[in-house]
T-cell receptor
Framework: RKEVEQDPGPFNVPEGATVAFNCTYSNSASQSFFWYRQDCRKEPKLLMSVYSSGNEDGRFTAQLNRASQYISLLIRDSKLSDSATYLCVVNMKGGGGSNYKLTFGKGTLLTVNP | ETGVTQSPTHLIKTRGQQVTLRCSSQSGHNTVSWYQQALGQGPQFIFQYYREEENGRGNFPPRFSGLQFPNYSSELNVNALELDDSALYLC????????????FGSGTRLTVV
């Protein structure tokens, strides 16, 4: 089982649609959770951290369920500029040391159409 | 505040050669990690440095090695390059080793021919 798994996508949606991204992780000792956004041929950029209480930033809502080891991202009223690859990222112990490392899902490509 | 900068931006090397990639971490960040991103994949963790010591390593062979300097900048060295090493190499820095929320550089795109 992969450490972090995401919906394979791709997602193609019209402007104004609501889009949901889902992600599961395998390491129950994982400490922190993020959604990153990556535009074509660019570096990943932090979109938002994810907390157990759920958090919202404008049109974006992230949820974490530690019991189910499940993370989600909801984008409401999608814009053309939301088109990008969305990466689920978990900060988990491992990597041959006692410390944490970022583990990425494969990413889900979103295209918002006019 | 200066972000994470990487050099060079693009590089073409021949199979069997060696390469050194460089990264300057964001001001105030003492943790640097390196990732390899192949086309269509998520970034894969190579290793991480905290205060000049390697403190975590992913599933990469020993020909991938690194350094972190007192100013927290870092290098990634790859020996005996293989065609499959062609990828985007990303450096990321964080204020602490457990903080997460890393800031990424724009990457070095390495092509091995």
């Amino acid at each position: 089982r992969k450490e972090v798994e995401q919906d394979p996508g791709p997602f193609n949606v019209p402007e104004g649609a609501t889009v949901a991204f889902n992600c599961t992780y395998s390491n129950s000792a994982s400490q922190s959770f993020f959604w990153y956004r990556q535009d074509c041929r660019k570096e990943p950029k932090l979109l938002m951290s994810v907390y157990s209480s759920g958090n919202e930033d404008g049109r974006f809502t992230a949820q974490l369920n530690r019991a189910s080891q499940y993370i989600s991202l909801l984008i409401r009223d999608s814009k053309l500029s939301d088109s990008a690859t969305y990466l689920c990222v978990v900060n988990m112990k491992g990597g041959g040391g006692s410390n944490y490392k970022l583990t990425f899902g494969k990413g889900t490509l979103l295209t918002v159409n006019p | 505040e200066t972000g994470v900068t990487q050099s060079p931006t693009h590089l073409i090397k021949t199979r069997g050669q060696q390469v050194t990639l460089r990264c300057s971490s964001q001001s105030g960040h003492n943790t640097v990690s390196w990732y390899q991103q192949a086309l269509g994949q998520g970034p894969q963790f190579i290793f991480q440095y905290y205060r000049e010591e390697e403190n975590g390593r992913g599933n990469f062979p020993p020909r991938f090695s690194g350094l972190q300097f007192p100013n927290y900048s870092s290098e990634l060295n790859v020996n005996a390059l293989e065609l499959d090493d062609s990828a985007l190499y990303l450096c990321a820095s964080s204020p602490t080793v457990t903080a997460g929320g890393y800031t990424f550089g724009s990457g070095t795109r390495l092509t091995v021919v």
